[in-house]
C-alpha cells in the first residue's frame, strides 16, 4: 500500500502565534512531527503542506518535502482539512504520485510514540475500511449513554436516542474520541466522497500521558511540560 504523509501548516495562528514554527523544548512545533513521520517504515512519503515561505524553508531544513505553497483560500480559518488533503493529492497526481491512502499528521499534535504511525497503518491495512483515526478513551462521565441534549421545549433527552438511562457504570459501553494525532484514509475516499472518514472507520488508542492538541496558550503550556518526558523517552 502507497501512502502518502501530509502534514499540514498554516503560518497564521490566532491562539498561539506562529506556532509551528515556535521552540518548543529547543525545537521548532513541526519538527516533533516531521520526525515522527522520517521515524515510519511505511509511510510511502511525506509531503509539508504549508502557505508560509518562512515554514517551508524550516521543513526543507528540517528534511522535508515541500512540493509547493498552498494557496492563500487554504491558509484562511475556515479552510477545511478535507480541502487542504485534496489539494495535495491532487497536485502530486499532477506530477503522476498516486497514492492509495493518505495519512494526515497535525503538528499541533505533537507526540507520538515510537513505531506509532506504523501500528495505525498497518491495522488500517488489515482492517478493510475506509478510514483509521487515533483515539484516547473517554472519561466514563462525557460517555455518550450519560450525555443528555436539550430538545425545542427546553426538556432533556439522552444524546444515545433511549429512553432509558444505563444505570450503572459497568454496562456502560467503552467510548472514545478522536484525538488528532493521525487520520489514515483511502484516497479514494478523499476524491470521491469528500471525507476524511467515509463510511467505515478502525481506530488505534493513543499514550494518554503526551496527549495535547495546541490551540491555545494554556495548551501551549501543557505542551512544554510533556515535551521534555517525551524527549527522554523517545529520542
Known sequence: MKILGIIPARGGSKGVPGKNSKLLAGKPLIQY?????????LLTDTIVSTDSSEIAHLAALLGAEVPFIRPDSLATDTASSIDVVQHAVEFLKTQGRIYDAVCLLQPTCPFREKGFIDQAINKFAKAGTDS????????????????????AGDHLVLATGEKEII???QELPQAYYRDGS??????????????????????????????????????????????????????
Open 182 to 235: 493521525v487520520y489514515l484514509t483511502l484516497t479514494q475516499v478523499i476524491t470521491d466522497r469528500n471525507s476524511l472518514y467515509g463510511e467505515t472507520i478502525t481506530y488505534l488508542v493513543s499514550e494518554k500521558l503526551y496527549h495535547v492538541n495546541i490551540d491555545t496558550p494554556e495548551d501551549w503550556e501543557q505542551a512544554k511540560e510533556l515535551a521534555e518526558q517525551f524527549n527522554k523517552s523517545n529520542y
Open 167 to 169: 444505570k450503572r457504570r
Open 33 to 41: 512531527t516531521i520526525e515522527a513521520a522520517q521515524n515510519s517504515e
Open 132 to 151: 483509521l483515526i487515533s483515539v484516547l478513551p473517554l472519561p466514563e462521565q462525557f460517555n455518550p449513554h450519560w450525555i443528555f441534549e436539550m430538545t
